[in-house]
C-alpha cells in the first residue's frame, strides 16, 4: 500500500515567517516517499480571544468588535510575512480573511437575538482552525507543493455535545474516504490541510472537541483512511514527547522512546498535557504507529513512538505523575451499608451535572466512599450533595478536603508486579508523607496515592528515585 503521512502542527508551529519555514522543510522531507495531510490548530492565543469575543457579545458589551479587529489584524500581519512574494497566493488569502472576519462580526452582532449557548460559541471559534489551515495551505501552495484546503466540518462527524464533542467513526470513516481517497489518489495533490479542533453533526451543526482537539482531528482521520494506506500519525510539538516525570518538578527526567497506547492514555490523564486523551484511544482502536516529535529539531531521534505493543523491561514502573489540585469527597455514614445504590445515586447526580469523577476508592466496610473531583468543582460538588434530597438528610456525613493531590507510578503490570503499593507506602512514609486514599483501575497500569498538596512536588521526587533511579543503579551494578 502507499505511504500516508498525517501530520498534526499546533499554535506554538505556527507563529512566524521561521515556523512556516521549518513546515515547509518538514513535508519537503516527508513529501520523498509519502503522502501527507497536515492538521493545523489556530494561530497560538486565537482560540482565547474567539472565547472572549463570544462572551463579551453575550453580555452585549459595547465595542467588543475591537477583538476581532485584533485577530483580523495577526493573520493579516502572517500573511505579510510568508506571502509577499506571492501576489497570486497572497491575494486569494486576504481575501479569504476579510470574509471570514465579516461573518465573525455578524454573528457576534446577533447573539443575543439567537440566545447565546455552546453551539453558538462552537460555531465561533472554529474560525481560528479556518483561518490558520487556510494561510497554510496557501503558503505550501507559494512554495511550488499541490495542496487541497478541506474545512473539517465536511467530512467528520459528531455527536451534539456542543464543546466537546465526540466523533462518530463510522459514518465519518464513510465520508472521509469517499472525500480523500480521490485527492490523495491524484496527481493533481500532493498535500491536504485538513483545519483541526471541529467536526459538525448529522444536521450540519458545528461542535468542537475541546481542548486540544486538533489531536483527535489527526487520529480520526488516520483512523478512516487506515484500510487503504500504510500510515501513521506525527504530532509536531514544542516538546520532544513523553518524559518520565514533570521536568517542572522532578530533579531527573528522561525521554519515554517507545510506550504503549494504553501507558499513554494513564500518562494523558494523569496530568500530561502532551496530547490529546481520546486521540491516543481512536489510535489505539485503529492500531496506528503515533510519534511526537520536537518541532524544532525535526532529523532528531529523540522522540516518543507510541504504539499497541506492550513492552515489558526491566522497569515496571515507566514514569511517575501527578495532578497537583484536586479535591476529595468523602460521603460517609452507618447507614450506607443497608441503603442500596449508593454509590450509583452519587455519580448519577455528578455526571448529570457534568462533574468529572478522577478516582474512587472505598473502604471495604461500605460505610464510606471518597472519590475525587476537579478542584473547580468543588463547589458545585458541595452544593449538590447536601442539597439532593438523598444525601442532604441528617444520616449522612460529607466531606471535602480542597488541599490534596493525586500522585500516580506508571507501568505495564502493575498489578501483577509484587510489592509495588509497600514500596510506594514505605518510600513515602520514611519520609513522613501520609496517603490519605488508594487507588487502583483494573487496567494494571497505575497505582494511585492521594496525599497532601504541600507534599505533591516531594513525593514526585521520592517515588521517581525510587522506582527509576533505582531500577537504573540496579542495572548498572549488573552490568559490573
Known amino acids: 500500500m502507499e505511504n500516508l503521512v498525517v501530520m498534526k502542527f499546533g499554535g506554538s508551529c505556527l507563529k512566524d515567517e521561521k515556523s512556516f519555514s521549518q513546515i515547509q522543510y518538514i513535508v519537503k522531507k516527508y513529501r520523498e516517499a509519502s503522502k501527507i495531510i497536515i492538521v493545523a490548530s489556530a494561530l497560538k492565543g486565537i482560540t482565547d480571544k474567539l472565547i472572549d469575543f463570544y462572551k463579551k457579545s453575550c453580555k452585549e458589551e459595547p465595542k467588543c468588535d475591537y477583538i476581532i479587529d485584533d485577530i483580523f489584524n495577526i493573520h493579516k500581519n502572517m500573511i505579510n510575512q510568508i506571502l509577499i512574494d506571492d501576489e497570486s497566493e497572497f491575494k486569494k488569502t486576504f481575501e479569504f480573511l476579510k470574509k471570514e472576519i465579516s461573518e465573525l462580526k455578524q454573528i457576534g452582532g446577533v447573539i443575543k437575538l439567537i440566545r447565546p449557548s455552546m453551539q453558538i460559541q462552537d460555531i465561533i471559534i472554529s474560525y481560528g482552525e479556518k483561518l490558520s489551515t487556510f494561510i497554510l495551505s496557501q503558503y505550501l501552495k507559494s512554495k511550488k507543493f499541490k495542496t487541497e484546503y478541506i474545512s473539517s466540518d465536511e467530512i467528520l462527524l459528531t455527536d451534539d455535545n456542543f464543546g466537546r464533542a ?33 467536526g459538525s453533526t448529522k444536521d450540519k451543526k458545528i461542535t468542537t472537541f475541546g481542548r486540544g482537539g486538533s489531536d483527535l482531528t489527526a487520529a480520526i482521520l488516520a483512523y478512516c483512511l487506515r484500510i487503504n494506506f500504510n500510515l501513521k ?8 514527547g513523553f518524559l518520565n516525570a514533570d521536568p517542572r518538578i522532578a530533579e531527573k527526567t528522561a525521554l519515554l522512546k517507545r510506550i504503549s497506547y494504553k501507558e499513554a492514555k494513564e500518562l494523558a490523564f494523569f496530568g500530561s498535557k502532551v496530547l490529546h486523551p481520546l486521540c491516543l484511544d481512536v489510535n489505539e ?3 496506528i504507529p503515533s510519534e511526537i516529535k520536537f518541532f524544532n529539531d525535526p532529523d532528531s531521534d529523540e522522540f ?13 514502573i515507566k514514569a511517575i505523575t501527578s495532578i497537583y489540585k484536586l479535591s476529595m469527597v468523602t460521603v460517609e455514614s452507618d447507614t450506607m451499608v443497608p441503603l442500596t445504590g449508593t454509590a450509583s445515586k452519587i455519580f448519577s447526580l455528578l455526571g448529570d451535572n457534568n462533574v468529572n469523577i478522577v478516582f474512587i476508592s472505598q473502604s471495604s466496610s461500605e460505610n464510606n466512599i471518597t472519590f475525587g473531583i476537579e478542584f473547580e468543582d468543588s463547589m458545585k460538588v458541595s452544593f449538590l450533595l447536601r442539597n439532593s434530597d438523598f444525601f442532604g ?9 480542597n488541599d490534596i493531590s493525586l500522585v500516580a507510578v506508571i507501568g505495564a ?12 507506602f514505605t518510600s513515602l512514609g520514611d519520609d513522613n508523607i501520609n496517603i490519605k486514599a488508594i487507588a487502583q483501575g483494573s487496567s494494571e497500569l497505575n497505582f494511585t496515592a492521594i496525599i497532601d498538596r504541600k507534599n505533591c512536588d516531594k513525593a514526585i521526587n ?8 533505582k531500577s537504573r543503579s540496579r542495572k548498572k551494578e549488573e552490568i559490573n
Open 393 to 401: 438528610k441528617k444520616w449522612f456525613r460529607i466531606k471535602i478536603n
Open 413 to 424: 503490570g502493575v498489578l501483577h508486579t509484587p510489592g509495588i503499593a509497600g514500596r510506594v
Open 304 to 316: 516518543t513512538t507510541i504504539t499497541k505493543e506492550i513492552v515489558r523491561g526491566e522497569k515496571v
Open 166 to 198: 465526540l466523533p462518530l467513526l463510522e459514518e465519518t470513516e464513510i465520508k472521509v474516504t469517499d472525500r480523500i481517497i480521490p485527492l490523495l489518489q491524484s496527481e493533481l495533490i500532493e498535500i491536504i490541510c485538513v483545519t483541526g479542533f471541529y
Open 462 to 469: 521520592i517515588l521517581y528515585n525510587e522506582f527509576i533511579n
Open 233 to 240: 500519525v506525527i504530532y509536531w510539538k514544542n516538546v520532544k
Open 285 to 287: 482502536k485503529g492500531n
